[in-house]
C-alpha cells in the first residue's frame, strides 16, 4: 500500500505560480504513471498532467505550456509546477499513482487563484 500525501497549495493572484508535492510514503519507481487531476466546484474530476515511468509527461490542453509536471523517483515525489495561474484553475488538485495491480490517490490540496 501507498499513501500519497499533496502539499503547496494556496491562495494566490491570477498570473502567479505555485509548486505542488506529492510525496509517497513508497517506492514510486514502479508506477507505471502519475498523475494530476483537479476537481473544481461542480464540475468532474479531469487529468491535468500524467507522467509516465520513463518521464515522458502529458498534458491538458488547458494547461499546456504553463503547468510543468516531474518525479523524482530517488525522493519518492511527484510535482507540478504551475504558472500563469488563472481564475479557472481553481480547483481542489490531487496525486494519483497507478501501478500495474493497483492505484492510489492523495487527499487533495486546494488551490484558489484570484482575478
Known amino acids: 500500500q501507498v499513501q500519497l500525501v499533496e502539499s503547496g497549495g494556496g491562495l494566490v493572484q491570477a498570473g502567479g505560480s505555485l509548486r505542488l508535492s506529492c510525496a509517497a510514503s513508497?517506492?514510486?519507481?514502479?508506477?507505471?504513471?502519475m498523475d494530476w487531476y483537479r476537481q473544481a466546484p461542480g464540475k468532474q474530476r479531469e487529468l491535468v498532467a500524467r507522467?509516465?515511468?520513463?518521464?515522458?509527461?502529458n498534458y491538458a490542453d488547458s494547461v499546456k505550456g504553463r503547468f510543468t509536471i516531474s518525479r523524482d523517483n530517488a525522493k519518492n515525489t511527484m510535482y507540478l509546477q504551475m504558472n500563469g495561474l488563472k481564475p479557472e484553475d481553481t480547483a481542489v488538485y490531487y496525486c494519483?499513482?497507478?501501478?500495474?495491480?493497483?492505484?492510489?490517490w492523495g487527499q487533495g490540496t486546494q488551490v484558489t487563484v484570484s482575478s
Open positions: 494519483n499513482a497507478v501501478f500495474s495491480t493497483s492505484s492510489y
Open positions: 513508497g517506492s514510486i519507481l514502479s508506477a507505471n504513471v
Open positions: 507522467i509516465t515511468r520513463g518521464g515522458l509527461p
